[in-house]
């Protein structure tokens, strides 16, 4: 795929510190790609210096094959779609008159009645912004975002404080972004929404890109363990199942059951069962992106 968005050297300091250290990374169009990182790991800013909000004390960011600067020409808005995490509305004004009120920003606008479609939010086209839900606002904060038919969109910890049912439903009008070949910069807190939603993941820890690529690969690649707990109806061959392919560690817990760390539990399964019979599995415990992030950071997502 071609790229849609490129980084390149970013650098930012604020006084003594050194927000962004030269990170580097690119964007595929037609892709959501998601930037993790603990709060002040400078996430944020490589964010708005993308957007042209904030200037880069060195290094450049590329669009469409055009440099960004702040203060972006007409061409390069009418791209780009942003939702902020915190977005304060008119309460007073309809949810229709607002989302017309922002297409009127714009040379081009998508029609009110297409926006409120695709945010499921049809039925509270003439209800006052002050009577919806917080659900019901970042439905309607994201269709504000796409006003002007964007092929580029931030997002901005999108689902951030709803109850799941509301998370789940943002979760699935982002992937229809996905579908309408729109390119997607997600920022988020909740990595389990990363790993479900992004082609590719980066994370900044301490202003420096430490990781970048498939949540699946990031996983497979980070050298942590799998486990699985066995039972056994007789008892355990310990020496026979040490002797297995890719198994690191045995820690029995009693003459029937075992814990078996793996460097690969795929391939320790498969000979298992070609090598005992009456063996049964009570718990597999595979490494997760949070344990990747955790592992690269060592720090808690909320830190």
């Given at each position: 795929m071609p790229e849609k968005v490129t980084a390149r050297g970013l650098w930012k300091s604020y006084g003594e510190v050194r927000a962004l250290k030269g990170i580097s990374?690119?964007?595929?169009?037609?892709?959501?790609?998601?930037?993790?990182?603990?709060?002040g790991a400078g996430k944020t800013t490589a964010v708005e210096i993308i957007e042209g909000l904030r200037r880069a004390d060195s290094g450049e960011v590329i669009i469409d094959g055009e440099r960004v600067r702040p203060g972006l020409n007409p061409e390069m808005k009418q791209k780009m779609g942003v939702q902020l995490q915190e977005a304060q509305f008119y309460d007073k004004i309809k949810v229709w008159e607002l989302l017309d009120l922002f297409g009127s920003y714009h040379r081009r606008a998508l029609p009110v009645r297409e926006l409120l479609e695709l945010v499921g939010l049809e039925d509270k086209a003439n209800s006052h912004v002050e009577k919806l839900s917080g659900g019901q606002k970042r439905r309607l904060s994201l269709a504000a975002a796409l006003v002007n038919d964007p092929e580029l969109v931030f997002l901005d910890e999108p689902t951030t404080g709803l109850d799941p049912q509301a998370r789940r439903r943002l979760w699935d009008l982002i992937k229809e972004m996905k579908a309408q070949r729109r390119t997607v910069l997600l920022t988020t807190h909740y990595i389990e929404e990363a790993e479900s939603l992004c082609d590719r993941v980066g994370i900044i820890d301490l202003g420096q890109m430490v990781a970048l690529d498939t949540p699946e690969n990031l996983i497979r690649n980070s050298g942590l363990e799998s486990a699985v707990t066995l039972s056994y109806a007789g008892e355990l061959d310990l020496d026979g199942l040490k002797a297995l392919a890719a198994v690191r560690a045995l820690k029995p817990s009693d003459r029937q059951r075992v814990r078996v760390e793996s460097t690969d539990v795929n391939l320790f399964l498969r000979e298992l069962f070609r090598r005992f019979d009456d063996v049964a599995i009570e718990r597999l415990e595979r490494p997760n992106l949070e344990d990747v992030f955790l592992a690269l950071t060592g720090k808690e997502l909320r830190e």
């Open positions: 990374f690119s964007i595929e169009e037609g892709e959501i790609f998601g930037l993790l990182g603990p709060n």
